[in-house]
């Protein structure tokens, strides 16, 4: 039972490696392909708003077919997507490679989920993704770090050619030992999405935009804030954000363990001390220890967050769990792409040092949401 989950925990973080790696090369690939850090930052926006527009619908559509040869065409799809990425002489061919495995990733991620939950059952939801989300946790703690660091060392080039390389292994992995896992019938496309009917659960996606565009409004710029603003090198840079990932591992682990008793609570709870991180965090660019403390508050909560959120919509609708983890990673890609945009606005408009306070003002709209979710969930139960 526990090897599925590994070998799905393994092949996601390459997938989420493959997203959020392009946070650490921001810097260099914009002076590289003559582009401005708001413009580079727009290829997030890109995954970001792919994964929300037609995540939903291909997650709906291909969860009819066996999970094992879908996963490895997917991870196929990434390992082509970063050669093309590695190779890529301007932003739109750039952009094109962000683009193919954008299609793939929520597909990924929603129908892993709904196995690692088929194989510990319901009641045990939140533990089970959170192996699964252990792979995430690694992307954030080895992935975009190491890829950070191999840039200032190789050039950013070389940390996408590398990511091509592992997605091929992940792949011939899956192949040889990925169990070939039961086939269970699935609801129809029409059935699937008459849960965005309920207005709880059109709340609890909201809640997942907000939640993620308060996130990346500040982390899709982390690298830039740490070189302008502390000072920092590439290399330093790339320790940061092992450190900022390393401290993730403990927030998945709390996030797993809440939000299976109670998945709003922790989402108001892991928001509620991001606040204070993101909050800090600038101040604290010319304190070591300030620093290094908004960074772990900041690195806990957003590891968190990403495993709660997710939980908290497959909990909302059992009836379809993989179209609604679709949901949340529709939600929280949109989220994602729209912070990217408003920090990149912050930037040009109010300053980079004002991108924490930005950030801490979207959580706090989160905070009241989840607040107003809590009071509707007893009455829309009973209507």
Same mark, same amino acid.
């Given at each position: 039972m526990l090897l599925p989950i590994l070998l799905l925990s393994a092949a996601g973080f390459t997938v989420l490696t493959t997203e959020f790696v392009i946070v650490g090369l921001l810097p260099a690939l914009a002076r590289d392909l003559a582009v401005t850090i708001p413009q580079a930052g727009l290829l997030v926006t890109l995954f970001a708003f792919t994964v929300a527009t037609f995540g939903p619908f291909l997650t709906a559509y291909c969860a009819r077919f066996p999970r094992k040869r879908l996963f490895i065409g997917i991870l196929i799809l990434f390992g082509l997507s970063n050669a093309l990425a590695a190779l890529a002489p301007n932003i739109v061919v750039m952009a094109i490679a962000r683009l193919i495995p954008a299609l793939g990733l929520p597909v990924f991620w929603a129908l892993a989920s709904e196995t690692a939950v088929d194989i510990v059952g319901p009641d045990f939801a939140g533990r089970a993704i959170a192996k699964i989300g252990f792979g995430i946790v690694c992307a954030t703690v080895f992935g975009i770090p190491v890829g950070t660091l191999i840039s200032d060392a190789f050039g950013w080039r070389s940390a996408f050619a590398l990511l091509s390389g592992v997605a091929f292994a992940k792949a011939l992995l899956l192949a040889i030992y990925l169990p070939p896992t039961p086939q269970k019938p699935q609801a129809s496309l029409l059935g699937q999405f008459k849960i965005l009917r309920d207005p709880l659960m059109q709340g609890h996606v909201l809640l997942s935009v907000l939640v993620f565009s308060g996130m990346f409004t500040a982390y899709t710029y982390l690298a830039d804030m740490l070189e302008r603003?502390?000072?920092?090198?590439?290399?330093?840079?790339?320790?940061?954000?092992?450190?900022?990932?390393?401290?993730?591992?403990?927030? !998945?682990?709390?996030?797993? %363990?809440? #939000?299976? %008793?109670?998945?709003?609570?922790?989402?108001?709870?892991?928001?509620?001390?991001?606040?204070?991180?993101? &909050? @800090?965090? &600038?101040?604290?660019?010319?304190?070591? $220890?300030?620093?290094?403390?908004?960074?772990?508050?900041?690195?806990?909560?957003?590891?968190?967050?990403?495993? &709660?959120? /997710?939980? %908290?919509?497959?909990?909302?609708? $059992?009836?379809? $769990?993989?179209?609604?983890?679709?949901?949340?990673?529709?939600? @929280?890609?949109?989220?994602?792409?729209?912070?990217?945009?408003?920090?990149?606005?912050?930037?040009? /408009?109010?300053?980079?040092? !004002?991108?924490?306070?930005?950030?801490? #003002?979207?959580?706090?709209?989160?905070? &009241?949401?989840?607040?107003?979710?809590? %009071?509707?969930? $007893?009455?829309?139960?009973?209507?």
């Open positions: 603003l502390a000072g920092l090198n590439g290399t330093v840079v790339g320790w940061c954000l092992m450190g900022f990932g390393a401290v993730g591992l403990l927030g !998945n682990s709390l996030g797993g %363990r809440m #939000v299976d %008793r109670h998945p709003l609570i922790a989402s108001l709870v892991f928001c509620t001390f991001m606040v204070a991180g993101l &909050v @800090a965090v &600038v101040p604290g660019m010319q304190s070591t $220890p300030l620093l290094a403390l908004a960074l772990a508050i900041w690195g806990i909560t957003q590891s968190a967050l990403f495993l &709660v959120s /997710h939980v %908290r919509l497959i909990k909302a609708a $059992p009836q379809a $769990p993989a179209f609604a983890a679709s949901l949340n990673i529709a939600g @929280a890609n949109l989220g994602i792409g729209l912070g990217a945009i408003i920090g990149g606005r912050v930037i040009d /408009h109010l300053g980079l040092g !004002n991108l924490g306070f930005a950030a801490a #003002v979207i959580i706090l709209l989160s905070i &009241v949401l989840a607040l107003l979710l809590m %009071r509707l969930k $007893p009455q829309l139960a009973e209507a």
